[in-house]
């Protein structure tokens, strides 16, 4: 038969597999399980059922629910409780928790990535995964009905219906104000407004970027505080333990704007020190999900450590 040519079908199903886990690794491996899956079965391909793009979906559903099978979800620290009202809380991490992961946009060429939101892909964490499925494969992915139910193995009526539960639970969690995109040129400003504030560790100056109600975030430790008042009191904390001489690099993931915060090191240069994701909405930063897993560090492509010159540079 003719050869099944899947590679170019790779980076939409990372896509796929990591809105399912909420993990980046993990959507990478079942990706290549996916792969080879299909590679298995290439000849049992028939293209008069279905077209190698539903094919290998196909594969890859059900490849994410068995990997989801009595999994917990995967949580931001704002999922699990209150926000804390002490900024000088101990900043204990909880490596016990599987916490969401961002997806690095820069190594996939992905056309859209709003529905890929840190929020949104939270957000479905709470769906069951059959729901969440039936969700990615209909609206995102825009399967048909059809198609649906083929790939998943049910019915048409238990397509729609689950898709129909999945948006109600989505409603419910999901705010509808307005993202900023992070190629919009009011949000590029405000990121780069932040950016030159948190490099000159002006903490007032970034207190006037945020909405009044914003929220940071900080995974693995399951701390999180709501209000600019708190926020600013947090960051003064954080510049006072590390000193000035801070720099950053503006990137971007889950299609938000973001950028990779590197330290002052004492050796000399800067040192990696988190990755922060930010939601822009009416102009100020609304959220700020602050990533310090050096797991995250290696799927974003970030060096540990840049030397003085290039530090400077990077600013």
């Known amino acids: ?38 590679w298995k079965a290439r000849d049992r391909y028939d293209p008069a059922l279905a077209s190698v793009r539903t ?54 060429d992905i056309e859209t990535r709003a529905d890929m939101r840190l929020a949104l892909v939270a957000a479905m964490q709470l769906l ?15 399967f048909s ?43 590029r400003g405000l990121i780069d407004q932040y950016v030159r504030a948190f490099e000159a560790a002006d903490v007032p100056a970034l207190v006037g970027l945020l909405t009044d109600d914003a929220v940071m975030e900080m995974p693995p430790v399951p701390l999180w505080y709501r209000g600019s008042r708190d926020y600013g009191l947090f960051m003064r904390r954080v510049f006072e333990m590390h000193g000035p001489g801070w720099a950053a690099r503006r990137l971007t993931a889950n299609g938000q704007p973001a950028l990779a915060a590197y330290a002052p090191d004492p050796a000399g240069g800067v040192r990696v020190h988190t990755l922060q994701v930010f939601t822009v909405a009416g102009g100020r930063v609304a959220r700020n999900v ?22 400077r540079r990077a600013r």
């Open 145 to 187: 009905a059809a198609e649906v139910a083929a790939q998943l193995g049910t019915t048409v009526p238990a397509v729609n219906s689950a898709l129909q539960r999945a948006r109600a639970l989505l409603a419910d969690a999901v705010g509808a104000d307005e993202v900023a995109e992070p190629d919009d040129p009011r949000a």
């Open 128 to 142: 069951p995964p059959r729901q969440r499925a039936v969700l990615v494969l209909r609206e995102v992915l825009q």
């Open 55 to 108: 094919w290998l979906y196909r594969i890859a559903a059900n490849a994410c629910l068995s990997a989801l099978a009595g999994r917990v979800r995967r949580p931001l620290p704002s999922g699990l409780g209150a926000p804390s009202d002490d900024p000088q809380a101990p900043l204990t991490p909880a490596f016990d928790i599987p916490w969401l992961q961002p997806f690095p946009d820069a190594r996939f």
């Open 1 to 38: 038969m003719e050869r099944v040519d899947v590679e170019p079908y790779r980076g939409e199903l990372v896509a796929y597999c990591y809105r399912m886990l909420g993990s980046y690794h993990e959507a990478e491996d079942l990706t290549q399980e996916t792969m080879l899956r299909a």
């Open 290 to 311: 602050v990533f310090s897993d050096p797991r995250v560090f290696e799927a974003f492509g970030l060096p540990a450590r840049i030397p003085g010159d290039e530090s």
